[in-house]
């Protein structure tokens, strides 16, 4: 394995014990994800650093505030990864309040609350608010029964786009209607479509290329999930690097996770620890930024493959939040 992958699997296992350490009562299913957020940072986690940022968001917000809900560990992860975590929670309740004018609250809203106070300049906050609730309501008219709050994120990134709100509706139906042949979890197949909308490219090569590289995975005996895991394969498939070492490298990764505690037989599962890797790999290429790989590439450009990645990993809080609610509720 490349030594650049070994020290960012190193840097995610690290930071998944350092996190689980500090906050030893929340889900089994949160932990990999914020130590992913770190890890894309190439930062390794300080939980003095999270603890302070716990106590900002007790502070700046309210008791049942959706900030503090299934999603607060994740919310506390992206604060303290931020140098500015009072500023950058500033931002985002404007956002959030923006946002709530819009949409009925839920759990999703303050993740794509913060995607945009991240990403946009401050004068553009009520724009891309509106935009995202426009961009929703094209979701919803061309999938009704599949539109539900957690497309809200991907909808907040796709509004972040330079495409206008049909194009962008346009490219993502295109997308579902060429996946949806090969994977059958309607719901997946959107965020997944939402995902590839947002790389460069024309819809059939994106989508023939990441349901190449799904078959091609499943001969070499590693089962991508097709499931929430959908959109961090879309990700894998818009980065530069030829299919056959993509796999390979991903097949390293996985073995690397597999002999780590809690990744192996009696922890998380295959389809789950694949797509850990998938993400592992996929910051691995996306922080190559500059490199000849990435000024030379003709799929994505590096902003569209950051904002893919940011709505595949918002696919995987928003999966995470609610497999820990749903076994809570046992």
């Known amino acids: 394995m490349r030594q650049e992958l070994t020290a960012l699997c190193e840097n995610f296992i690290e930071n998944r014990d350092r996190i689980k350490g500090a906050f030893a009562w929340d889900s089994a299913y949160i932990y990999p994800v914020c130590a992913a957020i770190f890890t894309d940072k190439g930062q390794l986690a300080d939980v003095e650093q999270m603890r302070r940022c716990r106590d900002i968001l ?14 607060k560990l994740a919310m506390i992860s992206m604060l303290a990864a931020d140098g500015n975590p009072e500023g950058k929670l500033q931002k985002s309740l404007y956002v959030y309040s923006a946002l709530k004018r819009l949409f009925f609250t839920s759990s999703y809203l303050p993740l794509a609350s913060m995607i945009i106070a991240d ?11 509106g935009r995202t609730r426009h961009i929703y309501d094209l979701m919803k008219a061309e999938h009704p029964f599949l539109t539900s709050g957690e497309d809200s994120v991907f909808a907040a990134l796709l509004a972040l786009s330079e495409l206008t709100d049909e194009q962008i509706a346009e490219e993502s139906e295109k997308c579902y209607e060429i996946l949806k042949v090969d994977f059958f979890s309607g719901n997946a197949v959107q965020s997944l479509s939402h995902v590839l909308a947002l790389g460069e490219g024309s819809a059939r090569e994106k989508c023939e290329r990441t349901i190449e590289l799904y078959r091609s995975l499943k001969r070499k005996g590693h089962k991508y999930g097709t499931s929430y895991e959908l959109p961090t394969l879309g990700v894998l498939a818009l980065l530069p690097a030829e299919l056959d070492v993509l796999i390979e490298e991903l097949a390293e990764v996985d073995g690397f ?18 797509m850990y890797a998938g993400m592992l790999l996929a910051s691995c290429y996306i922080g190559q930024e500059g490199s000849q790989v990435m000024t030379s590439a003709a799929i994505g450009s590096t902003l ?7 709505a595949a990993m918002c696919a995987a809080v928003a999966a ?10 046992d």
């Open 119 to 129: 990403i946009a300049e401050p004068g553009a906050y009520d724009e891309i608010a």
């Open 304 to 310: 569209s493959l950051i904002a893919a990645q940011q």
């Open 58 to 71: 007790r502070e700046q917000t309210g008791i049942f505030s959706n900030f503090r809900g299934t999603v």
């Open 320 to 329: 995470s939040t609610a497999a820990a609610s749903s076994g809570s509720g």
């Open 257 to 274: 996770l597999s002999g780590q505690k809690g990744f192996g037989v009696w922890g998380t599962g295959k389809k789950q620890r694949l």
